[in-house]
């Protein structure tokens, strides 16, 4: 150690009017150093004060830059070392060495550059603001052929990529061609393992989502899906996940999903379809996931209805209703709750049975199946009547809708199950789906629901409790009175930041419950009178009117 400490006293003395041979020889002993104790060595240079002396050494003439920067990598490998590099200023000159031609300089610049900047998201935004993005772009394009450089480019994107500021510098480069270009040419499993790394957040922006796809990437994986689907070796069945997963990325963005779909023509649609049939998981799951993506506009949805594509996904939810995979599942759902969203879709799904088929899903212990299941039957019977009122009369259904309201753990599932069990009212107005939901003990839901905090809830609630007061009173009134539904519209009513519709709706159904002695009793205790008759000078012309409606109501029952 003592020519270490001789070499750190020469470097820091001679740096001005040393010759190269003599720094060269001082920094290979402290390489050497590195090798045998990288921690030791690293604190001697750091109390050394030769890190600001770096600095100086790091010009593309010397031609020991390349020494300087490697000493720079290793040293930056422990943690304690990062801020004292950052602190003596070595950042600003290694980014201009990556404007270098040498080789050798580049991969050690770029080492030491991670290395420093590894795990801080400050530094690494430091970087993408010195425009290093586009400059590694362009190394990975020149020297594609030298796989040390083009694997330091590619961790280098792949730190970099998962901040969201490089996402927007990286859309004005041609990293889509470039990466697209580097995969065509990989054989090995690992180089590709790396340039999906990349490849996955770079895919979350939506403009390069758009230049992947054309720039080639999606016939790339379709390939390595071929290629893979049959075999059963851990690479291969990793490659198929990664492949197909990233498939289904470049979906999300709406101008790549509708490029892909070409008018529900397109060979990547129909090759994604085939996906569906598939003996594996993996695929069947892509193939569901991709089709709710192709989903997102009536345009696709109709197409695709009108084309088979709801036969293909109840024949996969068949295959997996007993001990079935819980993601294929979902994927399955979603796709079609997507697809019931048109109003023209609606009745030729439940003509090809997929409420059935859904409700097969109803034993499931599984939040996130509940939750797409009954999306799914709410989606359906949007202004389905008769649907609605098959599905209304389905003691089971209704029973487990009011188990699911109470599933305090899971929002989601509690939400959609009221929504649920509010629209099967509202699309069948049955009397029968009413006296059903009454006896399985779905009012007091229903009541809740008009005090959620989302007003779309609130209304769907309230018009169904409307419907429930106006045909089935009678049935419904010991379950309406313990719920205390008069005090809950005494309060949204008083309450100045309730909605305009919350209040018409409310006072709508305050007319309706005078229809029932003791509700009545328990409207004429609570001076409801004063409450609407300030309403009646409401901004609102509809919910004024009412408010006059109702007074007159009031004033002639009490």
Known sequence: MDN??????????????????????CLDCLLQALAQNNTETSEKIQKSGVLQVFASLLTPQSSCTAKVANIIAEVARNEFMRNPCVDAGLIPPLVQLLNCKDQEVLLQTGRALGNICYDSHTLQSQLINMGVIPTLVKLLGIHCQNAALTEMCLVAFGNLAELESSKEQFAYTNIAEELVKLFKKQIEHDKKEMIFEVLAPLAEND??????????????????????????????????????????LLLLGDESMQKLFEGGRGSVFQRVLSWIPSNSHQLQLAGALAIANFARNDGNCIHMVDNGIVQKLMELLDR???????????????????????????????????????????????PPVQFKLLGTL???????????????????????????????????????????????????????VIRTIVQSGGIKHLVTMATSEHVIMQNEALVALALIAALELVTAEKDLENAQLVQILHRLLSDDRSAPEIKYNSMVLICALIGSEPLQKEVQSMAFLEVVSKLRSHENKTVAQQASLTEQRLAVES
């Open 378 to 432: 709410r989606m359906l019977i949007d202004a389905q009547a008769e649907a609605a009122e098959q599905l209304g009369k389905n003691v089971k259904l209704v029973e487990r809708l009011v188990e699911w309201c109470e599933a305090k753990d899971h929002a989601g599932v509690m939400g959609e199950s009221n929504r649920l069990l509010s629209a099967l009212i509202r699309h069948s107005k049955s009397k029968e």
């Open 320 to 366: 997996h209703v007993e001990d079935g995979n819980v993601t294929v599942q979902h994927a399955a759902l979603s796709a079609l709750r997507n697809l019931a969203i048109p109003v023209v879709n609606k009745a030729k799904m439940l003509s090809a049975g997929v409420a059935e088929a859904v409700l097969k899903f109803l034993r499931s212990e599984m």
């Open 207 to 248: 403009v390069i989502k758009l230049q992947l796809v054309e720039a080639g990437l999606v016939e790339c994986l379709l390939e390595i899906v071929q290629k893979t689907v049959d075999s059963d070796k851990e690479d291969d069945v990793a490659e198929l996940k990664t492949a197909s997963d990233l498939m289904v």
């Open 4 to 25: 270490l400490s001789d070499a750190l006293k020469k470097l820091k003395i001679t740096t001005t009017d040393s010759t190269a041979d003599s720094l060269e020889g």
